[in-house]
């Protein structure tokens, strides 16, 4: 298969090392396009493989085409590939936003459409990939998909009106843990510990309960109950923890930055053109 990955930043980079690493492709079926030569020249040194600006001349031979561009970005990258992109091209968004029903609008008539939502520990394999399938999609074709963004972490599915949730819990959340870690590491330089060792306690104390978690996959509460002596040290941290909102606060976030997925999306779709209005594009 020949694979074309439009828009090669940190998270396009980190897939593709991902994918070369895997063996699924080799150095000279990929080809990947930045907005900027020097960009291009950069990262064809660092991956081995043909990295150049045009997007259109990219797709021509693709069998597989990733939108690795930014949201804002990525409706005017389809319109510019829509005549040269191979009709049997598997296309993978990764536009936060983008409704598949979108995309599919933008390209060819029945082009097949799967959305991704990868988070950027993606890019030490790592990473956590939502997808939904578009109108088009076949089974085949999906665990297809699965199976490229299985060698950079984990992957679930899930129907398209749950991905701006996805986006608020899993695309946003690794800031929302580097709060607590730093949280955490300031508490230790605080109570007397060297910066260096409270943030790597911190890192690797948030590292080793998210392991635990999902190799026994026990509830959270009870996890947290198991650490938690009675009359011991940890109660009463927990105590200040509630007191201070944690729970609650984190939920409230999660909350929020959904919304802000779902109105980002109604933006965009508000802003492009009506059907009546699009009609003269042919394939």
Same mark, same amino acid.
């Given at each position: 298969m020949h694979l074309a990955l439009l828009g090669c930043g940190k998270i396009g980079e980190a897939l593709l090392m991902g994918l070369l690493n895997s063996k699924l492709f080799n150095h000279k079926t990929i080809v990947a396009t930045t907005r900027h030569t020097e960009t291009a020249d950069s990262v064809s040194k660092r991956l081995g493989i043909e990295v150049h600006t045009d997007n259109l001349r990219a797709v021509k031979h693709a069998d597989l085409v990733i939108l690795a561009? @930014?949201? *804002?970005? *990525? $409706? /005017?990258?389809?319109? %510019? =590939? #829509?005549? %040269?992109?191979? #009709?049997? +091209?598997?296309v993978i968004s990764l536009a936060t936003g983008v409704p598949t029903t !979108? =995309? /599919?609008? $933008?390209?060819r008539p029945k082009t097949a459409v799967v959305r991704a939502m990868p988070n950027t520990p993606i890019v030490i394999a790592r990473g956590m990939t939502v997808l939904c399938r578009g109108t088009h999609v076949n089974d085949e074709q999906l665990q297809l998909?699965?199976?490229l963004f299985a060698t950079v972490g984990e992957v679930a599915h899930v129907e398209e009106e749950l991905m701006d949730a996805v986006t608020g819990l899993s +695309? *946003? %959340?690794?800031?929302?843990i580097y709060v607590i870690i /730093?949280? $955490?590491? /300031? +508490? %230790? !330089?605080k109570v007397g510990l060297p910066r260096e060792l409270a943030t790597k306690l911190a890192a690797q104390t948030v590292l080793g309960a998210a392991s635990l978690q999902l190799a026994t996959g026990k509830h959270p509460a009870l996890l947290k109950d198991s650490v938690t002596t009675p009359a011991g040290v940890t109660i009463d941290g927990l105590m200040e923890l509630e007191e201070g909102g944690l729970r609650v606060t984190l939920i409230k976030a999660i909350v929020m930055s959904t919304r802000r997925a779902a109105e980002i999306q109604d @933006? $965009? !779709?508000?802003?492009?053109p009506k059907p009546s209005t699009s009609r003269h594009i042919k394939s």
């Open positions: 561009t @930014k949201p *804002s970005q *990525s $409706l /005017e990258v389809c319109r %510019g =590939i #829509r005549a %040269g992109i191979p #009709r049997n +091209a598997l !979108v =995309i /599919e609008s $933008l390209l998909v699965h199976k +695309a *946003s %959340g690794p800031a929302y /730093e949280s $955490l590491a /300031e +508490a %230790g !330089v @933006k $965009l !779709v508000k802003s492009l």
